[in-house]
């Protein structure tokens, strides 16, 4: 099994793990990744592709980052699908550790998201809506570590 990072350059050779965009929404999820209450969460197939970014897989490693770009945690991906938006199940979403307890809420708090202005210029798509059949990606992980704050 591949060891935690110890130093900086080590922990800078990791992709970022970017929750939501920085601020108040980055924040509470950085605190529930860092309390072991979040351990999924949802992204747009679309904005992967759109990124060239590959999709996750069982044992990447990556740092979390909290709103200033500072490494907070690693964590290690343990399971991926990709599903249409209809079939994500309340598993998936109490498992986001925002206090979700219907899937309905969460698909909620998720197109509204998915909707704004910030993630739509991410996508370079200025109209972009979800619907029942946008391909989402489900990534399931656990916190490896915590890492101590700078200068702490």
């Not at 980055?26 to 969460?41: I, P």
């Not at 044992?59 to 980052?65: L, Y």
């Not at 309340?90 to 197109?111: C, F, K, M, N, P």
């Amino acid at each position: 099994m591949p060891t935690v990072p110890s130093s900086s350059e080590a922990l800078a050779s990791l992709p970022r793990a970017e929750f939501g965009f920085p601020g108040p929404l980055r924040d509470r999820l950085v605190a529930a990744v860092l309390s072991g209450a979040k351990t999924s969460t949802t992204g747009l197939a679309a904005e992967y592709e759109r990124e060239g970014e590959p999709l996750p897989r069982a044992g990447d490693r990556s740092v979390v980052v909290d709103s200033g770009g500072r490494p907070v945690a690693v964590v290690e991906v343990t399971g991926v699908r990709v599903v249409p938006l209809a079939d994500v199940d309340l598993a998936h979403a109490v498992a986001e550790g925002e206090g979700h307890t219907s899937v309905a809420d969460w698909r909620a708090d998720h197109e509204r998201f998915w909707h704004g202005e910030q993630m739509r210029t991410v996508l370079q798509a200025p109209g972009f809506t979800v619907d029942d059949a946008t391909p989402v990606v489900l990534e399931r992980f656990r916190l490896v570590t915590a890492l101590a704050p700078p200068n702490g």
